[in-house]
């Protein structure tokens, strides 16, 4: 006879320890707060079972990843276990990456490390999350270290992270490096790059591995459009857009509340207001940052009264509008005069609809205010302020003076240039604006003085840049520099157009 045959009652041991087992982790399972979960813990230890591996993950995972999070509880858990997986450990940072506490992830981690547990290919996606959202970049640099040690770079989801976590840190040329040495890849990876540029404003090699990705092999996704469209919107990117939009047609995906709405904001940025308008009609669910948009493009194109009117159909919908929303009202009422009713939209932000104003709503209001005219009123409204003026105030009220007042004889212009030089007095640019106003003014001596200290201190204006769109690719030119190498051929055609143009108004 065997020797659980020749004892009974260890066998009978064994299976009520199974038992009780498979009951404890049953009832954890149907934990919804922490009270009934410290009463299952306690069942536990008096069952023997508090040794138990794969319990105590399981405990380690409610209270890290449940509604009921404790993660108090779950490190006196740990500390007080001889043996705890990494799996364990694991959890732990997992719930830190959902929390607001991520820099809690790499004490938890160091606590991992001291007591000789090896982290694994699942322990470094989450700790790189943790840094990313706390912009660690040097717990990161050391977490990607371990990750060379452990020779774990070649798993894909740990060199997705790698690739967000300097992206997020405005490491983009590590992000490159990370991507670039990537043995695997998959959507989720070309997605991280293509977001690396985007938010690091590399706007044209995002476009760059968005082509890469397909002549890869790989379908974009949702994702990898709505970043890549966001790319298009920033640089005016019309043609590559369209291209896009016609590929999101083809695939047959689904025009959701995001896709449409980045949809309308990439043809509101880029003029198109027609394709904008009827992406906006076509969608069936619409969210605020969707109006806000088609609002803003709008407003941003002139086309003052229909945004206006949007406005108006947006709160009919009961959508509540946020502060970008009224940043583009704002822009409206500047373009068409509306004084008052700008008056009326900035007290409505703030006592309706709870949105304290920003530094870019006062401009705006300033922008109103200096477009009509009312120098003395804005003026006093940027003084009013409770915050200091930014320099773009200053010269949104300075060029507004240059138009309205090109002797200032209100003498607010005297007032705003000063100021502006005191709050930005390194930048060339607001030297050129400066003496510029003081040439208009009859002010000749003073900024020639102002023209004598930008030549001593060597500074020089940055040249005047404009750009086309043409077959999905954006075209520099910048004044005084010709960089295309058939400008010749570029200023006959231009000498011919002239040359039409006056025949026509013969």
Same mark, same amino acid.
């Given at each position: 006879?065997?020797?659980?045959? *020749?004892?009974?009652?260890?066998?009978?041991?064994?299976?009520?320890?199974?038992?009780?087992?498979?009951?404890?982790?049953?009832?954890?399972?149907?934990?919804? *707060?922490?009270?009934?979960?410290?009463?299952? @813990?306690?069942?536990?230890?008096?069952?023997?079972?508090?040794?138990?591996?794969?319990?105590?993950?399981?405990?380690?995972?409610?209270?890290?990843?449940?509604?009921?999070?404790?993660?108090?509880?779950?490190?006196?858990?740990?500390?007080?276990?001889?043996? !705890?997986?990494?799996?364990?450990?694991?959890?732990?940072?997992?719930?830190?990456?959902?929390?607001?506490?991520?820099?809690?992830?790499?004490?938890?981690?160091?606590?991992?490390?001291?007591?000789?547990?090896?982290?694994?290919?699942?322990?470094?996606?989450?700790?790189?999350?943790?840094?990313?959202?706390?912009?660690?970049?040097?717990?990161?640099?050391?977490?990607?270290?371990?990750?060379?040690?452990?020779?774990?770079?070649?798993?894909?989801?740990?060199?997705?992270?790698?690739?967000?976590?300097?992206?997020?840190?405005?490491?983009?040329?590590?992000?490159?490096?990370?991507?670039?040495?990537?043995?695997?890849?998959?959507?989720?990876?070309?997605?991280?790059?293509?977001?690396?540029?985007?938010?690091?404003?590399?706007?044209?090699?995002?476009?760059?591995?968005?082509?890469?990705?397909?002549?890869?092999?790989?379908?974009?996704?949702?994702?990898?459009?709505?970043?890549?469209?966001?790319?298009?919107?920033?640089?005016?990117?019309?043609?590559?857009?369209?291209?896009?939009?016609?590929?999101?047609?083809?695939?047959?995906?689904?025009?959701?509340?995001?896709?449409?709405?980045?949809?309308?904001?990439?043809?509101?940025?880029?003029?198109?207001?027609?394709?904008?308008?009827?992406?906006?009609?076509?969608?069936?669910?619409?969210?605020?940052?969707?109006?806000?948009?088609?609002?803003?493009?709008?407003?941003?194109?002139?086309?003052?009264?229909?945004?206006?009117?949007?406005?108006?159909?947006?709160?009919?919908?009961?959508?509540?509008?946020?502060?970008?929303?009224?940043?583009?009202?704002?822009?409206?009422?500047?373009?068409?005069?509306?004084?008052?009713?700008?008056?009326?939209?900035? @007290?409505?932000?703030?006592?309706?609809?709870?949105?304290?104003?920003?530094?870019? @709503?006062?401009?705006?209001?300033?922008?109103?205010?200096?477009?009509?005219?009312?120098?003395?009123?804005?003026?006093?409204?940027?003084?009013?302020?409770?915050?200091?003026?930014?320099?773009?105030?200053?010269?949104?009220?300075?060029?507004?003076?240059?138009? @309205?007042?090109?002797?200032?004889?209100?003498?607010?212009?005297?007032?705003?240039?000063?100021?502006?030089?005191?709050?930005?007095?390194?930048?060339?640019?607001?030297?050129? &604006?400066?003496?510029?106003?003081?040439?208009?003014?009859?002010?000749?001596?003073?900024?020639?003085?102002?023209?004598?200290?930008?030549?001593?201190?060597?500074?020089?204006?940055?040249?005047?840049?404009?750009?086309?769109?043409?077959?999905?690719?954006?075209?520099?030119?910048? !004044?005084?520099?010709?960089?295309?190498?058939?400008?010749?051929?570029?200023?006959? &055609?231009?000498?011919?157009?002239?040359?039409?143009?006056?025949?026509?108004?013969?």
């Amino acid at each position: 006879m065997n020797g659980s045959a *020749s004892n009974p009652n260890r066998q009978n041991c064994n299976s009520n320890f199974v038992s009780k087992k498979q009951q404890c982790l049953s009832l954890l399972n149907l934990c919804l *707060s922490f009270k009934p979960f410290s009463q299952i @813990h306690a069942q536990i230890h008096l069952s023997g079972l508090h040794r138990d591996p794969y319990l105590l993950t399981q405990l380690i995972k409610y209270c890290a990843l449940s509604p009921a999070k404790n993660f108090n509880y779950a490190q006196t858990l740990l500390r007080h276990s001889s043996t !705890s997986p990494p799996s364990s450990w694991n959890f732990l940072i997992r719930g830190y990456a959902s929390s607001d506490s991520p820099t809690e992830a790499f004490l938890a981690f160091r606590s991992m490390l001291r007591r000789e547990i090896r982290p694994n290919k699942l322990t470094f996606p989450f700790l790189l999350k943790c840094c990313a959202m706390a912009l660690a970049l040097r717990e990161g640099r050391q977490a990607h270290g371990c990750v060379w040690k452990l020779g774990l770079e070649s798993d894909v989801y740990v060199g997705n992270n790698l690739v967000h976590f300097y992206g997020v840190c405005k490491k983009v040329k590590d992000a490159f490096k990370v991507f670039d040495e990537m043995s695997e890849r998959s959507v989720v990876s070309w997605n991280a790059v293509v977001t690396a540029c985007v938010d690091n404003l590399r706007m044209d090699d995002g476009i760059g591995y968005f082509v890469r990705m397909r002549e890869y092999g790989f379908e974009p996704d949702e994702t990898s459009m709505v970043v890549v469209l966001n790319a298009c919107s920033e640089i005016g990117n019309l043609g590559f857009g369209r291209g896009v939009h016609s590929y999101v047609i083809a695939r047959g995906l689904v025009l959701n509340c995001q896709l449409g709405t980045v949809l309308v904001d990439m043809y509101a940025k880029s003029g198109a207001l027609g394709y904008a308008r009827l992406v906006f009609e076509r969608m069936e669910g619409r969210n605020v940052w969707t109006w806000t948009a088609m609002i803003l493009g709008l407003a941003q194109h002139g086309f003052a009264k229909e945004s206006l009117d949007l406005f108006q159909k947006m709160l009919k919908s009961s959508i509540c509008p946020n502060y970008v929303t009224f940043l583009g009202v704002l822009c409206a009422c500047s373009h068409a005069g509306l004084v008052d009713d700008g008056y009326r939209y900035f @007290h409505d932000m703030e006592h309706i609809y709870g949105i304290t104003p920003m530094m870019v @709503h006062y401009g705006a209001m300033v922008d109103i205010l200096g477009r009509s005219g009312r120098l003395k009123e804005a003026y006093s409204f940027m003084k009013s302020m409770p915050f200091e003026p930014d320099p773009i105030v200053c010269r949104t009220l300075l060029s507004a003076c240059s138009t @309205h007042d090109v002797s200032d004889e209100l003498g607010v212009g005297n007032k705003v240039r000063e100021k502006l030089l005191e709050l930005e007095p390194s930048r060339s640019g607001n030297f050129v &604006m400066v003496a510029n106003f003081l040439a208009e003014t009859g002010m000749w001596d003073k900024a020639a003085n102002l023209r004598k200290v930008m030549k001593e201190k060597r500074m020089k204006k940055r040249a005047g840049e404009s750009s086309i769109e043409l077959g999905g690719s954006i075209h520099k030119f910048f !004044s005084g520099y010709d960089s295309q190498s058939d400008y010749e051929d570029i200023f006959q &055609m231009l000498d011919v157009l002239s040359l039409h143009m006056k025949l026509v108004d013969m």
